[in-house]
């Protein structure tokens, strides 16, 4: 048996928070950044191994509830395929950083299906697959709006509308971005809550920035399409501004962002549930080093680049 199976990282381009609301969001996935899962035979019956957790979750699926997601996804896996637990252990590695945004629960729920689904010489089509996976974000993160599983699991570009179906971005250009960690974790639930708490004491106003946000996804998609880096990041500028006044930024967020701007980004901006995790900067290729050196100068704990090209599709 040698079955390695892998999910990538994804970023949130434009959009996060008002996505919940049922406004558009862009995200794309960074398969450079990876969840992987690799099936050794056992006699223990099913158990998952878990290295960066340093924890082994025995997978007892008569279990009257689960909390635990990695158990979860197994769980679900087995009902969907009417199967009983193979005798396998599976080993989870992750490249992806924890609670930073990169969307590393949902990668790692899915390397895992997969690896349980061929484990059991079973497949499931992708969008029973996204839907699992969905069922297993509600418990990282109460009520999640779909967009990191549904990135995630298609491994493509999405223009995601909460319960609409998947709609396609034509990538018109080559788009730089470089991705810098705060090195400071944050709970992507506590924040969609602290966006919850300020839309129901101040409606109108939160209501207000939901919808600037909404627009602005919209005119970055026929810039993702026309190929407009500047125009872009103006947008991703703009959407920063606006994730401040939900108060989802963070002194180290705003000061990585300030950072690549001045080191000549067309635009930066915090990418996810954001008060910590990871921000990105859309650069010209010949501002990369540039913005790179200013991130790690301004002390981010890891800095990366991705290309968002033109072969992308959904
Ligand atoms: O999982 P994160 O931290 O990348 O955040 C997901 C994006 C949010 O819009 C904040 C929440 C959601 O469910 O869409």
Redesign the pocket.
């Known amino acids: 048996m040698n079955i390695q199976t892998s999910a990538p990282a ?1 970023i ?1 381009l434009v ?6 609301y049922g406004k558009p ?1 862009i995200a794309v996935p960074v398969s450079s950044l990876r969840a992987y899962a690799e099936v050794e035979p056992s006699s223990g019956g099913l158990q998952i191994a878990s290295a960066d957790l340093d924890e082994m979750v025995p997978v007892d699926i008569s279990a009257a509830t689960i909390d635990n997601a990695l158990a979860l996804t197994a769980r679900l896996v087995l009902q969907k395929l009417a199967a009983s637990p193979p005798e396998v252990t599976i080993r989870l590695h992750s490249d992806i950083p924890i ?5 590393s ?2 990668a790692v729920s899915t390397a895992l299906a997969r690896a349980l689904c061929a484990a059991l010489n079973a497949a499931l089509p992708e969008a029973e697959l996204n839907a699992l996976i969905y069922e297993v ?1 509600k418990v990282y ?1 109460g ?6 599983n549904t990135v995630i699991v298609y491994e493509h570009p999405v223009y995601f509308v909460r319960q609409q179906p998947i709609q396609t971005v034509v990538i018109g250009g080559d788009f730089m971005l470089v991705i810098a960690d705060t090195g400071r974790s ?1 709970s ?1 639930r506590s ?2 809550d602290g966006v919850r708490a300020l839309y129901d004491s101040r409606h109108e106003q939160v209501q207000a920035l939901l919808d600037d946000i909404g627009e602005l996804v919209a005119q970055a998609r026929g810039c993702i399409e026309r190929g407009q880096a500047q125009a872009l990041g103006d947008l991703m500028n703009r959407n920063h501004a606006l994730l401040q006044q939900l108060t ?1 930024s963070s002194p180290e967020l705003d000061r990585l962002v300030k950072a690549a701007l001045d080191a000549g980004a067309f635009g930066a901006k915090l ?4 008060r910590g ?1 990871n921000m990105i900067a859309l650069v010209a290729p010949d501002s990369e080093g540039k913005v790179t050196d200013a991130l790690t100068r301004a002390g981010a704990a890891r800095v990366f680049t991705t290309i968002l090209g033109r072969r992308a599709r959904c």
Do not use: M, R, Y
């Open positions: 994804k949130i959009g996060e928070h008002a996505v919940v969001a609670a930073s945004g990169l969307g629960g949902a974000e993160h009520t999640p709006s779909g967009i990191d944050a992507t924040a969609v989802v990418s996810g549930g954001g995790g």
